[in-house]
């Protein structure tokens, strides 16, 4: 996809963070977006903001990305309303800091919900709609975290882990049918943006202190994160890195395999929350402990 004027692009979790700056950064090109989030407020917030930056048109849609039904709803309205659509990107995502041991199933269950099975049905929801297109894309995020496994994000990197070979299996498969359409995946690495505060954490966290010491890990601006993405979209990257931090990691990831887990252990040691077992129970989103 060469150029985004006049293209319609749909975007989950565009209520934030890395979702928010794609719309924006897709509306200075004069796209024309479909928006959705769980939070209605966020993404009409998102939408008026795209409009006055140069969006064609926008769309905004509450939708639960790991509500199979909802979504196959809003990728059929999408298509309906506007005519077409060229660009699909499978953003929604949330954040759990747990050791195996320590996690519930519910919050298990809801992480892969949204970070997974949300990919999984914002992809197959918009397949059909995107091979009537002439010029037709799917962006998938995965993480960092979908390259190498972390201590206490064990359900975070199954999900990206999950993400990352779908997207690779559909990209062969789009491929090997000479459908045209172009599959990229993107492996961010960490980008400041409000997933630690809407993040659960296993009872016993402090979800401010985790929070706060994501925001200095975090070094890469949504804005650069969402240039990085369409540039990629631009060439029809396979993969795509997001910050020197996700360079860096896969590089380490290629060069040492395993032996990159002495140094993530070395590094957790310092930084993770890991101690002996806590009674297992969560801290729920919204205690908005976090600054
Ligand atoms: N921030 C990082 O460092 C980082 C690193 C690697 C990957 N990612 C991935 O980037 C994507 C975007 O995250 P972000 O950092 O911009 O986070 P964010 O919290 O700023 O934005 C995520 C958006 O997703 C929405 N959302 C949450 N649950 C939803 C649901 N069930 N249905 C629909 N929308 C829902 C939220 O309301 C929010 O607007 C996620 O997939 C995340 O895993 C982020």
Not at 234 to 253: C, E, L, W, Y
Not at 276 to 291: L, V
Request: glycine share 10%.
């Amino acid at each position: 996809m060469q150029d985004f004027a006049g293209k319609v692009a749909a975007i989950t979790g565009a209520g934030s963070g890395i979702g928010r700056a794609l719309a924006y950064e897709l509306a200075r090109y004069g796209a024309r977006l479909a928006l959705s989030d769980i939070d209605e407020d966020a993404v009409r917030e998102t939408a008026a903001l795209a409009l006055k930056q140069g969006a064609s048109e926008t769309v905004a849609t509450r939708v639960d990305v790991s509500d199979r039904h909802a979504v196959q709803a809003w990728a059929d309205e999408t298509a309906g309303y506007f005519g077409t659509v060229n660009l699909v990107v499978n953003n929604a995502g949330v954040a759990l800091t747990a050791t195996v041991e320590e996690m519930e199933w519910d919050d298990f269950e809801w992480l892969m919900g949204i970070n997974f099975w949300g990919v999984a049905y914002g992809t197959k929801a918009f397949l059909p709609h995107l091979r009537r297109s002439r010029d037709a894309h799917i962006v998938n995020i995965s993480s960092v975290f979908g390259l190498m496994g972390i201590p206490t994000q064990s359900a975070y990197c199954a999900a990206k882990y999950a993400v990352r070979g779908f997207t690779e299996s559909l990209r062969q498969e789009m491929r090997m049918s000479n459908s045209g359409i172009r599959v990229t995946t993107v492996h961010p690495g960490g980008i400041k943006t409000n997933i630690a505060r809407s993040a659960r954490a296993a009872q016993g966290l402090d979800a401010g202190e985790l929070a706060v010491s994501f925001d200095r890990l975090a070094r890469t601006s949504p804005d650069r994160a969402a240039r990085i993405i369409l540039r990629g979209v631009k060439h029809n990257r396979a993969r795509v890195f997001v910050g020197p931090d996700a360079t860096a990691i896969d590089i380490g990831q290629r060069a040492l395999g395993v032996g990159l887990e002495t140094l993530v252990r070395r590094f957790a040691g310092r930084s993770l929350p890991l101690g002996p077992a806590r009674p297992a129970a969560t801290t729920r989103p919204g205690t908005k402990s976090a600054g």
